[in-house]
């Protein structure tokens, strides 16, 4: 029987760009998902190729049940069960999603501290407020100390979490005292960030630890060294220095892309260039510049979680999720992406051969074949990012008649960072989450559910919007990071007009009492971190419970 093709996306921008991308000859995610079928075995987790000995393949029989005869056959070289091998891949998974983000949260904490130390002169600390409360929660002195005294500390404090090896990550005491314990009692504390993601490898390597029971309880152990350590740390550490974010106005998706500009993509996941690039896109003399190549300006926007990271502290536009990112370039109109670490498809060199795009790489860790390396250096970033974008101007000029840029573009609102939550439903003077839990109490609003993650073309793309509209539709307030909320956004969710239009009367109600959309965009992906700390303040402000588990809380990652 022939399989039922899916449908691409429900964005008709994407729709439109794919017909312009096949028109043009260009592969994208899309047609290369359509032409390569997952594996079945690998999409089961019932592969391993840890050793020589493999790979090993143990699949479940097909169009049956599995009989004990084919259970004791499921089994690796090394005798691994298919349980086993699962396991171990999951754990795996997570250790690299673990280290990915963690190594971000690394990053920022080099960069805080050479901001402290005065040799990133680029940057300066900007939430001081959020300073002061990290170096109490540490117990760092402030007395007549200044801000980059206090941060020198802060930094070295959250950067030795990397390497300890014992005792427990610091930002644990943040969650509620029965989750705690509950963590301590199952064995699942992280006890220094680098040491869960080395310990996750080792126990999955061949011969090692061979119980799955044991090998997803490392796995959690390793989550919580992401959540609690890493991806938090970097947001902790990115609102200190760039700014904590508050409501702020702007537009998604590919529309905001120009005709008559230099445009300019920042792509990928780490802020420290696209903080500056924001600024230093407003230099008059680069715009000076933009014009004596033809251009009337220099038009900046954001893709992926670097986007959110700018728009959040910013306002600057997005022009689309994961999956829009080859089809930027497949508009004809962009002269330059520039991208770091994380997200970025390899795919981007092919696309942008067919075109005049640049594709820039900024990052020391990641390197692409057909791309620019300009390596962005924090410590003469300005100079860095001027480059960049110099390079960019200097495309212009090389643009082709092929252009196509999709009319659609929809406003938003963004910045909603788990203090600024926390000020709008109490206000200035007595910031709390309780009028939240008064509403979960009386009825108006049933639960909070934290909707994020990536696209994946193996799914219609942007199909999670079905399942926030049914929630707010039944009195969910949502919360989104990731590519999920550009996906939110682009569908008109994030204004607070939208509670009129499409949620229940309940929770409508509390969003216009308050002023708030009924989905709200509380950042880039490790800013999952931001929905920990929402979800712990609504145990703290009580009425609900005593444990996170108490609450009518959910989260998903639907397309992933
Ligand atoms: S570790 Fe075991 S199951 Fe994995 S490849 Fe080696 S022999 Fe096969
Ligand atoms: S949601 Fe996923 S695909 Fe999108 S930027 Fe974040 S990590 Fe990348």
Known sequence: MAEKEIKKSIDSATVDMLEKASSDGVSTAFSRAATMKPCPIGAEGSCCSNCAMGPCRVPMPRGREETLEDKQKRKGVCGATAETIAARNFARMIAAGTASHCDHGREVTKIFLAVAKGEAPGYKIKD???????????????????????????????????????????????????????????GVVPRGIDREVTEAMHRTHMGTDQDYHSLLRHGVRTALADGWGGSMIATELQDVLFGT??????????????????????????????????????????????????????????????????????????????????????????????????????????????????????????????????????????????????????????????????????????????????????????????PLNDNIINGRIRGVAGVVGCNNPRVTHDMQLAMVKELIKNDVLVLQTGCMAMASAKAGLMVPEAAAKYAGAGLASVCEAVGIPPVLHVGACIDNSRLLMAATAMVKDGGLGDDLSDLPVVGAAPEW
Request: charged share 25%.
């Open 128 to 186: 001081e407020q959020k300073l002061l409360q990290l170096a109490l929660d540490f117990g760092i002195k402030i007395g007549d100390r200044s801000n980059n005294e206090i941060a020198i500390d802060v930094g070295q404090t959250l950067s030795d979490e990397f390497g300890k090896q014992e005792g427990e990550l610091l930002f644990l005491k943040r969650a509620p005292l029965k989750r705690q314990e509950l963590w301590r009692k199952q």
């Open 245 to 434: 974010p508050s409501p702020v106005a702007s537009q998604i998706n590919l529309g905001v892309l120009k005709q008559d500009e230099v445009n300019i993509i920042i792509h990928g996941h780490e802020p420290y260039l696209a903080e500056i690039i924001a600024v230093v896109a407003q230099d008059p003399e680069l715009i000076d510049y933009a014009k004596s190549k033809g251009a009337k300006g220099i038009n900046l926007a954001g893709m992926c979680c670097t986007a959110n990271e700018i728009l959040m502290r910013h306002g600057i536009p997005i022009a689309g999720n994961f999956l829009q990112q080859e089809l930027a370039i497949v508009t004809g109109a962009l002269e330059a992406i520039v991208v770091d670490v994380q997200c970025v498809m390899q795919g981007l060199a092919d696309a942008a051969s067919c075109y005049h795009t640049k594709v820039i790489t900024t990052d020391r860790r990641a390197h692409m074949q057909g791309a620019t390396h300009m390596e962005f250096d924090e410590h003469k970033g300005t100079q860095s990012a001027k480059a960049i974008l110099k390079a960019a101007i200097d495309n212009f000029p090389n643009r082709g008649k092929n252009v196509r840029i999709p009319k659609e573009k929809t406003d938003l609102i963004a910045g909603f960072s788990h203090e600024t939550i926390n000020y709008l439903l109490g206000g200035m003077f007595r910031a709390s989450y309780r």
